[in-house]
């Protein structure tokens, strides 16, 4: 078999383009298989990747049935430890695609192969990126790219209410060893050791009544029985603002969890990312009332805020607790993350307004012991990295 190239690159053949050619290669043999006559592809345009994972848009040169015009492939390393991106991105897929076309907020899976570790997926087109939106120069589509996103995430919740069997039952059947959700694993471990890490970096200690609200917040995270599918990360990378609203991308974490830790996300938009700017105030309230808005149908009990504001401010406090503990180690260093220009906020800003958003959350929430120790982690921030540290620009888009 072989892959037609048209109109790719110069420097196609190249060693450089080989990862892109196996992936090919290997589209046009699970779509062949699968279709019983042959696929030839074309065109590949590298479209990224996460780690060593390949991505690649593909044109349909021939083929004896009715395919779109274009495909995207995804394929995927082997897994390392208990981490395995290709078992939750093919599980997603499957799980989402069986959804009707009218509530599907995802590509179509058009087919995948274990063997290979590749997905071939619908081709959503070239609509910017929510990332593109906000470090654009219009606020107004900005802000109506982040609204969109909420309601998206709303809507797929909503729609994906209970399915924490069909979606065990599909990882079973992949035949993967890893865990359902691969942040729960993390969100132990920094219950266990940001304590300890806090106070050898930068001398704070965690209160015992702080420890119990992040142990309570823990607890409820694994016990919530409002769960639904969680694309996992939200960096604005991965969300397509196209012109029936937002559609989301890559599943390399997606499982089925507690979606109030979902609803973070907007209060402190990003968590699981580096690149974030501010956004202007009140916007993530906003994004947080078109989020209830869509789950308010199958969750009736999240529109009392005696219920809702509380798990909230524990789903916070797990997500800044989770960024401390991963970044804090590398804090230091100059690293490149997704899409962030040169003039990006360092990761220390980053952090530092986490915390301070935390702070002020749980002052309004009346959690008088984890404002403080918030406050104890700010001012341990103010004085490794300055003042500046506390102030996070805003995107671009709304300067």
Not at 72 to 88: E, G, I, L, N, Q
Not at 95 to 115: H, I, K, M
């Amino acid at each position: 078999m072989s892959v037609e190239i048209t109109a790719g690159p110069a420097d196609i053949d190249d060693a450089d383009h080989s990862d892109l050619l196996a992936a090919v290669a290997a589209a046009e043999s699970v779509l062949s298989g699968r279709f019983g006559a042959q696929v030839r592809l074309a065109d590949p345009e590298r479209l990224g990747g996460a780690g060593r994972s390949v991505v690649v848009r593909v044109r349909v040169a021939s083929t004896p049935f009715s395919l779109p015009r274009t495909l995207v492939v995804k394929r995927y390393p082997s897994a390392v430890a208990d981490r395995d991106p290709f078992a939750h991105e093919a599980v997603s897929h499957k799980l989402l695609t069986a959804l009707p076309g009218e509530d599907r907020l995802t590509p179509e899976l058009v087919a995948q192969d274990s063997a290979e570790r590749l997905v071939v997926l619908e081709d959503l087109g070239k609509a910017p990126r929510l990332a593109e939106k906000l470090l654009g120069s219009d606020a107004r589509a900005a802000e109506r790219g982040l609204l969109s996103w909420a309601h998206a995430m709303g809507r797929l919740h909503a729609t994906t209410a209970g399915r924490d069997a069909d979606f065990d039952a599909l990882m079973r059947r992949q035949g993967s060893q890893c865990c359902a959700d691969p942040i729960a694993v993390d969100v132990h471990a920094a219950l266990a050791g940001l304590p300890t890490l806090l106070a050898e970096a930068w001398q704070v200690d965690t209160p015992g009544p702080v420890l119990e609200f992040a142990e309570q917040a823990v607890r409820a995270f694994v016990t919530s029985r409002r769960r639904a599918f969680s694309p996992s990360t939200s960096c604005p990378d991965n969300h397509l603002v196209t012109s029936k609203g937002v559609r989301f991308l890559d599943f390399e974490g997606g499982c089925v969890r507690d979606i109030v830790f979902d609803a973070a996300c907007l209060r402190v938009p990003f968590p699981s990312c580096w690149c974030p700017y501010g956004l202007p105030a009140g916007m993530s309230e906003a994004m947080v009332a078109a989020w209830r808005a869509e789950v308010s149908g199958v969750w009736p009990d999240l529109d009392d805020d005696a219920v809702f504001l509380p798990k909230l401010l524990e789903a916070q406090l797990l997500w800044v607790w989770l960024a401390t503990w991963r970044g804090l180690p590398r804090l230091d260093l100059a690293l490149p993350s997704g899409h962030r220009p040169l003039d990006s906020p360092p990761r220390s800003t980053v952090l530092a307004s986490r915390w301070v958003r935390l702070r002020a959350d749980a002052l309004a929430a009346g959690a008088k012991p984890v404002a403080a120790h918030a406050e104890a982690v700010v001012d341990a921030l103010v004085s490794r990295y300055g003042s500046e540290s506390v102030e996070l620009p805003l995107y671009p888009a709304f300067r």
